[in-house]
């Protein structure tokens, strides 16, 4: 390939980590052909902004980075790549400053769509394929700190939540092969990254279209074994995984695993069953309840993450409640919890029973004060254990920080030396901010 024309580019991703693990890609492939990253409210000639759909301010989001970088360097090139471009491609590319919007399939020959592009004052260009067309995988992994890297082993979604706009975002689920995700982890590790966080839109149907085809070729099991032998690498974190697709070979490998560290995140949505039917989702609470049940038996020292999301269409006060009182007798860690926000084209938004905003951000708010309890219960079990710590390299006022293997954040005096290792060290004391201090050795 010739020389490329502009020899700076900048980056912004939204969102997931997928996302991060993209956009990470993309970037070397712009590197390979001579452009130099840059901060992305540097004066660069390209800035890639990549797009996230499950926040409701998306397209807020979007016009507010592509507003930062055309006061970065008016003349830079503006490419928005991710879910809400392929979900609102010719919306994206109407905003001032835009001049170029890749779908699901094209954004990863961006370096291509760049060579004869030019600024405009017009609509930006559009390259955006139907997303039934999205049925190849292209593998990704993000090294964007040392400690650790999101590795993309799966991505698109055969499920049909009702909710949910990613299946037409990112298209029918498809994986990565074992060999290539393996020849990523290797090379993940040879840049003395630590830690592995596998990331997909849905990891726990992997091997769905390894080989371009329907079938399952190999389960998310397979996966795991595989990865548990590459060498180098010290922790891999399962980011999230449906509670149905969890199964029990699965937890009974992390619990005895070289690497695989005790903590999975597991989507809940409700705790109401009548909710989750609505929602089309593929388990009740009974299933819920033994998934986390299972790995309290076989990992006790597990930390347990749960997504849900307040204000489904439907959700009544007692469906809310319902799903409070489950939580609150859950032994879990700590909740992500979202907003039920429209979205087009969804059965949900067609829906009757709207919750008022107002109430959405009340049952927000009391899930939010549940998941600080929970953590707070959470990290005072663990004080006394003697835990291995992974230092990331910040300084955040004479102090850095770090996680155990079950995510628990920790502190310590500021230490050049320890940053990028990892040290057994016993919890102590939960400190005002919330991280845990350590005993000194």
């Not at 291509?112 to 593998?139: M, P, Q, R």
């Not at 596998?198 to 397979?222: A, C, M, P, Q, S």
């Not at 549940?370 to 006394?384: P, V």
């Not at 155990?404 to 057994?424: G, H, L, M, W």
Request: neutral net charge.
């Amino acid at each position: 390939m010739e020389t490329a024309t502009y020899k700076t580019a900048a980056y912004h991703t939204l969102g997931c980590k997928l996302n991060f693990a993209e956009t990470s890609t993309i970037a070397r492939q712009l590197k390979g052909a001579g452009y130099n990253k840059v901060e992305f409210d540097e004066k660069a000639d390209v800035y890639v902004i990549n797009t996230c759909s499950v926040t409701d301010n998306a397209d807020k989001e979007c016009r507010f980075h592509i507003k930062r970088a055309m006061k970065a360097n008016p003349q830079g090139l503006v490419v928005v790549i991710g879910c809400y471009a392929q979900l609102k491609p010719d919306e994206i590319a109407s905003i001032d400053g835009v001049d170029l919007v890749l779908g699901a399939k094209e954004k990863f020959n961006v370096l291509s769509y760049l060579e004869d592009l030019e600024k405009t004052s017009n609509n930006g260009v559009v390259h955006s394929c139907e997303v039934g067309e999205a049925n190849s995988f292209i593998g990704s992994f993000s090294v964007g700190e040392r400690t650790r890297a999101f590795l993309k082993v799966q991505d698109g979604c055969d499920y049909k939540c009702t909710y949910c706009t990613i299946p037409m975002a990112r298209g029918i689920s498809r994986s990565d092969t074992i060999e290539n995700i393996i020849k990523n982890a290797t090379q993940i590790s040879q840049r003395g990254i630590k830690e592995i966080v596998l990331t997909g839109v849905n990891i726990g149907d992997y091997g769905k279209g390894e080989f371009g085809n329907k079938r399952h070729e190999h389960t998310f099991l397979d996966l795991i074994k595989e990865l548990d032998k590459v060498e180098g690498i010290e922790r891999i974190r399962i980011s999230s995984i449906e509670p149905n697709l969890l199964k029990d070979d699965a937890i009974e490998l992390v619990s005895h695993s070289r690497s695989f560290v005790p903590h999975f995140h597991i989507p809940l949505q409700s705790g109401s069953d009548t909710i989750l039917k609505k929602m089309k989702r593929r388990y009740l609470t009974k299933l819920y309840t033994d998934r986390i049940s299972k790995i309290k038996e076989t990992i006790p020292h597990c930390a347990i993450g749960v997504d849900v999301i307040v204000g489904f269409p439907g959700e009544t006060e007692e469906h809310f409640l319902e799903t409070y009182r489950y939580l609150n007798q859950l032994p879990i860690s700590y909740l992500h919890v979202f907003t039920y926000s429209e979205r087009d084209n969804t059965e949900a938004v067609e829906m009757e029973g709207t919750v008022p905003i107002a109430e959405r951000k009340r049952r927000n708010k009391m899930l939010r004060i549940l998941s600080e309890k929970k953590k707070r219960e959470f990290y005072e079990s663990q004080l006394g254990s003697t835990l291995p710590v992974l230092w990331e390299d910040e300084n955040k006022n004479g102090l850095m920080f770090g996680f155990t293997e079950n995510y628990v954040r920790v502190q310590k005096p500021y230490d050049e030396a320890s940053c990028n290792t990892i040290e057994f060290l016993t919890l102590d004391k939960i400190q005002p901010d919330g991280t845990v201090s350590v005993k000194s050795a």
